[in-house]
């Protein structure tokens, strides 16, 4: 066995991505495989902790000895983490969660009618579950990792964004039509609040896990209350 670091403690993980109901066959989701937060699942698992994942609907399998907490919408995910989060002493948000959700569920499917245009869809917004952690910690001392995709400005977009949400750690990675989702592999920097910029060279998304923890280990508090 490696380093078991994070031996007697609890860590939550979030993977997937959320889906929003437009009517009961229809929702509005993302391309996230779940494969990143899996893997930071197995690693936090195979470096000693307890560990929560919880996961929106992905294709993959469970990892073993991983506590895993099946959710669909972004206001699902905030409850299980929420939840789970009352005694962790970190908290990993690698989900894609939905920023905004249809402003209504219709209960029958949607019909279309000849001669009609569609009725337009209104959306609205979901709470920001990483923004909300960060400023209102369920466990005091705990850290709090978020995953930022940019399209272009990076770097720039990622230190805006790790200031709104007030998480100690952002994982920002470029995202493109064929790069990070789905795929095996990523590429990264980590900032940390503190000033501090890790980049996280192309490789499996095993490594970047790995270089998460790594990062995490040191700014876990020593006891707690
Ligand atoms: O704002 P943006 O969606 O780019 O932020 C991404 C980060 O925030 C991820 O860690 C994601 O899990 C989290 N997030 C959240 N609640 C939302 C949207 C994103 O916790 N409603």
Known sequence: AGTQDLAGRHVVVTA????????????LGNRSSGKQGYALARTAAARGARVTLVAGNTELPDPAGVDVIPIGTARQLREAVLKAA???DAVVMAAAVADFRPAVYTTGKIKKIDG????PV????????LAELSADRPRPGQVVVGFAAETDDVLANG???LARKGCDLLVVNEVGEH???????NEAVILAADGTETPVPYGPKEALADTVWDLVTPRLAETHP
């Open 179 to 185: 790069k990070a989702f789905g795929s095996a592999e």
């Open 116 to 119: 009609q245009e569609p009725e």
């Open 86 to 88: 009352a005694d962790a």
């Open 16 to 27: 997937g991505g959320t889906r929003e109901p437009l009517d009961p066959v229809r929702y």
């Open 122 to 129: 209104t959306l609205v917004r979901n709470p920001d579950i």
């Open 159 to 161: 230190r805006t964004k």
